[in-house]
């Protein structure tokens, strides 16, 4: 079972930007696919991002679309969320996210960490 752990959330004023970490333990990351989500208080769990376990495909939101990168590094263990152009609206707690795919779904992920909270001020 991997566990996951996020970090790089913080207070950004709109238009900055913030870039998480999800570092991950287990011997299994390198095969597994990674997602982002994110959570605000009152609303569903919603899709942020995703990338396979090579990194050769990566699929976003289209709200984030442009604006967000995802990455993983196999070596590290570890996937970002460069996030950019920061607004107001995208304030939530961030969650990673690891399955066998990379689906948009919550269901299609096994694997999720505590989160961490990203607020962004107007």
């Known amino acids: 079972q991997v566990q996951l752990v996020e970090s790089g959330g913080g207070l950004v004023q709109a238009g900055g930007s913030l870039r998480l970490s999800c570092a991950a333990s287990?011997?299994?990351?390198?095969?597994?696919?990674m997602g982002w989500f994110r959570q605000a208080p009152g609303k569903e769990r919603e899709f942020v991002a995703a990338i396979s376990w090579s990194s050769g495909s990566s699929y976003y939101a289209d709200s984030v679309k442009g604006r967000f990168t995802i990455s993983r590094d196999n070596t590290k263990n570890t996937v970002y969320l460069q996030m950019n152009s920061l607004k107001p609206e995208e304030t939530a707690n961030y969650y990673c996210a690891a399955g066998a795919r990379p689906g948009v779904l919550p269901g299609d992920f096994g694997a999720w960490g505590q989160g961490t909270q990203v607020t962004v001020s107007s």
């Open positions: 287990g011997r299994t990351f390198s095969r597994l696919a």
